[in-house]
């Protein structure tokens, strides 16, 4: 996992080195906002339990580098850390809290923007990347997850320089990629699928800063 999570910083170099030479407009933006849900479900068998962990609800805060590669859509750097807490919550008997986790997205967006006047941009937004789960106590290890989101909101321009953006998001790391290769009746045939059964959701808002109009 940390060779792919190299390879993803590498491509986000790339993207940044190779936008940034000729990008119309340059924005950084300050986020913070709540974060919501996140479970995974479990079965034991060896005791023959099943129930979930959850990821419990807390503020989040981060921030986003934009860079315009064409009009209207920018492709965008962004992180985002919440402090959260997981908790076994088994279909049977009593919850217990395993303690403290940092949750850390690293994501590559494609955003596209709606110009409806020079004050308010409607957007929406698309990316994948990676997830650090960062546990607080050493009894645990940390760990690397792929991961996707996407999401939709509005910017504001108080002026040329500054605006405020808001909006929401879905946060969702991969669980697991299949691969299958075949040949049928029809011919040979490829296919590959991901699954995530962990689902966030994010409601943020930021100040804009135009580094480069």
């Known amino acids: 996992m940390k060779t792919s999570f190299y390879a993803f910083l590498l491509a986000v170099f790339l993207v940044m080195t190779h936008t940034s030479s000729y990008a119309q407009r340059v924005e950084l933006t300050a986020t913070g906002g709540y974060q919501y849900w996140g479970s995974y479900k479990y079965y ?92 607080v106590s050493a009894k645990y290890s940390s760990l690397w997850k792929f991961s996707a989101n996407f999401g939709a909101g509005i910017k504001y321009f108080i002026s040329d320089k500054v605006g405020i953006r808001a909006g929401f998001g879905f946060w969702a790391p991969i669980q697991g990629v299949g691969l299958g290769v075949g040949i049928g009746t029809g011919g040979a045939y490829a296919g590959a699928s991901t699954y995530t059964t962990i689902i966030q959701m994010n409601l943020s808002g930021g100040l804009i800063f135009r580094l480069r109009n």
């Open 44 to 135: 034991n068998g060896y005791n023959n339990t099943n129930g979930k962990f959850v990821l419990g609800d807390g503020p989040c805060y981060g921030g986003i580098l934009g860079f315009e590669i064409r009009e209207q859509t920018f492709a965008e750097l962004v992180f985002n850390h919440q402090d959260s807490r997981l908790v076994d919550k088994p279909n049977y008997g009593y919850e217990t809290t395993l303690g403290d986790v940092g949750v850390n997205y690293f994501q590559l967006n494609g955003t596209r923007t709606v110009l409806l006047n020079d004050k308010v941009e409607p957007y929406a937004t698309l990316g994948i990347g990676a997830v650090l789960f960062d546990p």
